[in-house]
């Protein structure tokens, strides 16, 4: 089953990474300022969703995967159930996948078989 899928909408990631959560406000400004990608991985039943962040942008990638999975209570389930794994990277930004024409990001890159 590709869970994983369901659970996607990367403008919604976008949009929590900009706004930030309601624990922001104890935090010194912990919104993500930079650019994000999606990767889909994982062939059996259990598949893994990495979003990648600029490092220079990403105060704090536990408490960013903390806020994915509050906002999202099927994926919060999934997780739970052992069918998805989640994870949330913090990488340079040459690092994150781009397209080889044009140096563009690839938002969401879908490497299941």
């Known amino acids: 089953m590709r ?17 930030g959560d309601e624990a922001d406000a104890l935090r010194a ?3 993500h300022r930079g650019e994000l990608g999606i990767v889909f991985a994982g062939r059996n039943a259990r598949e893994r969703l990495t979003v990648r962040v600029e490092r220079s942008g ?22 739970e159930e052992r069918l998805l794994d989640l994870s949330v990277e913090a990488v340079d930004g040459a690092a994150l996948d781009r397209s080889p024409r044009s140096g563009e990001l690839r938002s969401v890159v879908d490497t299941r078989g």
């Open 3 to 19: 869970f994983a899928t369901y659970c996607l909408d990367h403008r919604r990631f976008v949009a929590l990474a900009e706004q």
């Open 29 to 31: 400004d912990p919104r």
């Open 58 to 79: 990403a105060p704090d990638p536990e408490g960013w995967r903390a806020v994915l999975l509050s906002s999202y209570p099927e994926r919060r389930t999934a997780v």
